[in-house]
């Protein structure tokens, strides 16, 4: 069973940035489709970032300009969101599966998800 872990998050100051990082542990395949979205409660879990397995990125407009994902060997990934704004706040969940042809954005084109990550900002 392939499980993401994520860490990082925390409370942090509008216009600030912060780190996630997610691992993948289990029985991992060298090749993932991966993936950051994140949810509010009571609203629809959004895409934040992907990446596929042939290393394409794509980021939800939300976000263009403030965030930067990146992955370093096949299971592990980060993200990065600069100037940091209050709508920002959300609970970040990292998501990983065998290919993304339902979307790199989809949240149903992922199997694995982690436990979340709660970031807060604050003005």
């Known amino acids: 069973q392939v499980r993401p872990v994520e860490s990082g998050g925390g409370s942090v100051q509008a216009g600030r940035t912060v780190k996630l990082s997610c691992v993948l542990t289990g029985n991992t395949n060298p090749s993932f489709c991966m993936a950051w979205f994140r949810e509010v409660a009571g609203k629809e879990r959004e895409a934040v970032a992907a990446?596929?397995?042939?290393?394409?990125i794509t980021y939800a407009e939300a976000v263009k300009g403030r965030a930067t994902i990146s992955r370093d060997r096949a299971t592990n990934l980060d993200l990065q969101m600069n100037n940091l704004r209050p709508e920002d706040t959300a609970t970040y969940y990292c998501?990983?599966?065998?290919?993304?042809?339902?979307?790199?954005?989809?949240?149903?084109?992922?199997?694995?998800w982690g436990q979340g990550t709660q970031v807060t900002v604050f003005s």
């Open positions: 990446i596929e397995n042939d290393g394409k």
């Open positions: 998501a990983a599966d065998y290919s993304c042809f339902r979307g790199a954005l989809v949240a149903r084109a992922y199997a694995f």
